[in-house]
C-alpha cells in the first residue's frame, strides 16, 4: 500500500479518529437532534390529532345546532298548527254558543208573546164578559144574581171557543173554559 501512497498507522488512524468522531457525533449530536425531530413530529401528529377532533367536535356541534334548530322549527309548526286548530275550533263554540244563545231568546220571545197574547185574550174575555153581563142586565131591566152571571158568561165563553179554531188556556175563569 505504500505504493498507493497509503500508509497503513496512518490508515488506522483515521479511521480510530473517524469512528471517534462517529461516535461522539452520534451521541452528542445525532441522538438530541433525533430525540427532537421526534418530539416535534409527535407534537406536529397531536397537533394535527387535536385539529381532526376539533374539527369533528365542530362539525357534531353544527349537526347538533341544525338538528335542534329543525326541531325547534317543527315545534314551532306543530305549535302555530295547534293554535290555529284551538282557534277553529273556539270560533265553532262561539259559534254555536250564539246560535244557542239566539234559539234560547227567540223561544223566550215566543213564550213571551204567547204570555202575552194568553193574557190580552183573558182581559179581552173578560171585558167581553164584563160587557155581557152589563147588557143583559140592561136587556133584562134587572141584577142578576152570581150564579145566573157564571152561568151565562160560561155559555157564552164556550160559543166562542167553538167559533175559534185555536184555544188558549184562559187563567181566572172557573172550570177552566177556553177561548
Not at 155 to 178: C, D, F, K, M
Amino acid at each position: 500500500m505504500d505504493k498507493l501512497g497509503i500508509s497503513i498507522g496512518y490508515l488506522i488512524s483515521q479511521i480510530v479518529n473517524f469512528t471517534l468522531l462517529a461516535v461522539i457525533l452520534y451521541s452528542l449530536l445525532y441522538k438530541p437532534v433525533l430525540r427532537m425531530l421526534r418530539e416535534r413530529q409527535n407534537r406536529i401528529a397531536k397537533s394535527l390529532a387535536d385539529v381532526d377532533a376539533a374539527r369533528e367536535s365542530a362539525s357534531k356541534a353544527q349537526q347538533e345546532y341544525e338538528r335542534r334548530i329543525a326541531e325547534a322549527q317543527r315545534k314551532a309548526q306543530e305549535i302555530i298548527g295547534q293554535s290555529a286548530q284551538q282557534g277553529e275550533q273556539v270560533a265553532v263554540e262561539i259559534r254555536a254558543e250564539a246560535q244557542r244563545d239566539a234559539n234560547a231568546i227567540r223561544e223566550r220571545a215566543r213564550q213571551d208573546a204567547a204570555e202575552e197574547k194568553a193574557r190580552i185574550l183573558a182581559e179581552v174575555q173578560n171585558q167581553i164578559a164584563s160587557l155581557s153581563v152589563l147588557a143583559a142586565e140592561r136587556v133584562l131591566g134587572q141584577s142578576m144574581d152570581d150564579t145566573l152571571q157564571r152561568k151565562l158568561i160560561n155559555q157564552s165563553l164556550l160559543e166562542l171557543s167553538a167559533a175559534q179554531p185555536r184555544r188558549t188556556a184562559v187563567p181566572g175563569v172557573p172550570n177552566g173554559s177556553q177561548s
